[in-house]
Nanobody, 119 residues
Framework: QLQLVESGGGLVQPGGSLRLSCAASRFTLRPYAIGWFRQAPGKEREGVSCIGRSGGSTNYADSVKERFTVSRDNAKNAVYLQMNSLKPEDTAVYYC????????????WGKGTLVTVSS
């Protein structure tokens, strides 16, 4: 079974940047579209971004457009979420997930990494 592990979370000041990574052990990420989701305290989980299997298609939530960039490096078996101009409202646990396609429900989930944006 595909196991996903997120890393790169932490505490950052407003306006700062972080890069999250999503990696898989034992299996390649090549056959999967990878989505990024987040859940803030007391709120429902929401989709942030998704990248297709080849990396040629991406999509973003309106709240992160122009600030976040998703990318993948299939040679390194990893997917990244570059987050710039971070705001306090970006504070959440961020999860990566895998599916056959970004339009389909996600089949595999990581355990998440916490991002805290605060001064």
């Amino acid at each position: 079974q595909l196991q996903l592990v997120e890393s790169g979370g932490g505490l950052v000041q407003p306006g700062g940047s972080l890069r999250l990574s999503c990696a898989a052990s034992r299996f390649t990420l090549r056959p999967y579209a990878i989505g990024w989701f987040r859940q803030a305290p007391g709120k429902e989980r929401e989709g942030v971004s998704c990248i297709g299997r080849s990396g040629g298609s991406t999509n973003y939530a309106d709240s992160v457009k122009e600030r976040f960039t998703v990318s993948r490096d299939n040679a390194k078996n990893a997917v990244y979420l570059q987050m710039n101009s971070l705001k306090p409202e970006d504070t959440a646990v961020y999860y990566c997930a895998a599916s056959y396609d970004c339009s389909r429900p996600m089949d595999y989930w990581g355990k998440g990494t916490l991002v805290t944006v605060s001064s």
